[in-house]
């Protein structure tokens, strides 16, 4: 099955700074990449995704980029803020299962 | 639109009492329907999923039970809760057939006590 490793468990920037979070996956099938965004108490909230056939993707502050080849993508939080603390989860699916694999999560602390 | 339903919001229930916890979806039929838990500080563990009525699958072998009686709808269950069943309680759901991220519902909060 899916193995998805992510990394880092928590990091920390000042306000303006930007953030990257890395995500390694282990099944070559899979071909699709969301990212979720989770505020504390909160539901997890999907923020942007992106499909194997697409390197990267953007949107406003958020991009995710995607290098199938070393099975890796990327999510890029640039010009942080206070409200962009929060947990980010990665997640990979496989198009012959019914689950995403999700990793284990990044605490993103943005500092004024 | 689609939308989904998760109650109760909060839930503080006694060692060896019963639960159950109900999620329905509108909208999309058909969907694939997720049980997820989350301890406090956290990843995501898969419970039970569930792609079509009376079919569920189960991650984690464990005293939760899962039932999906209507095709939008999608109850989580216990006998007997132990301490350790505490944590967030997440339903999400996906179209069924389609290459889509989850939609979460707003999520119990369950206390063991």
């Known amino acids: 099955g899916e193995n998805v490793e992510q990394h880092p468990s928590t990091l920390s920037v000042q306000e303006g700074d930007s953030a990257v979070i890395k995500c390694t996956y282990s099944d070559s099938a899979s071909n699709y990449f969301p990212w979720y965004k989770q505020e504390l108490g909160k539901r997890p909230q999907l923020i942007i995704d992106i499909r194997s056939n697409v390197g990267e993707k953007k949107d406003q502050r958020i991009a995710v980029t995607l290098n199938k080849t070393a099975k890796h993508f990327s999510l890029h939080i640039t010009e942080t803020q206070p409200e962009d603390s929060a947990v980010y989860f990665c997640?990979?699916?496989?198009?012959?299962?019914?689950?995403?694999?999700f990793g284990k999560g990044t605490m993103l602390l943005v500092s004024p | 639109s689609q939308t989904i339903h998760q109650w109760p919001a909060t839930l503080v229930q006694p060692v060896g009492s019963p639960l159950s916890l109900e999620c329905t979806v509108e909208?999309?039929?058909?969907?694939?329907l997720y049980w997820y838990r989350q301890a406090a500080g956290r990843g995501l563990q898969l419970l039970f999923y569930?792609?079509?009525?009376?079919?569920i699958s189960s991650e984690v072998p464990q005293n939760l039970s899962a039932s999906r009686p209507q095709d939008r709808q999608f109850i989580l269950s216990s006998k007997k809760l132990l301490l350790s069943d505490s944590g967030f309680y997440l339903c999400?759901?996906?179209?069924?057939?389609?290459?889509?991220?989850?939609?979460f519902g707003s999520g119990t909060r369950l206390t063991v006590v």
């Open positions: 997640a990979a699916k496989d198009p012959g299962y019914s689950t995403l694999t």
């Open positions: 999400a759901y996906n179209p069924l057939s389609a290459n889509y991220g989850y939609t």
């Open positions: 569930s792609v079509g009525i009376g079919q």
């Open positions: 909208g999309t039929s058909n969907p694939n």
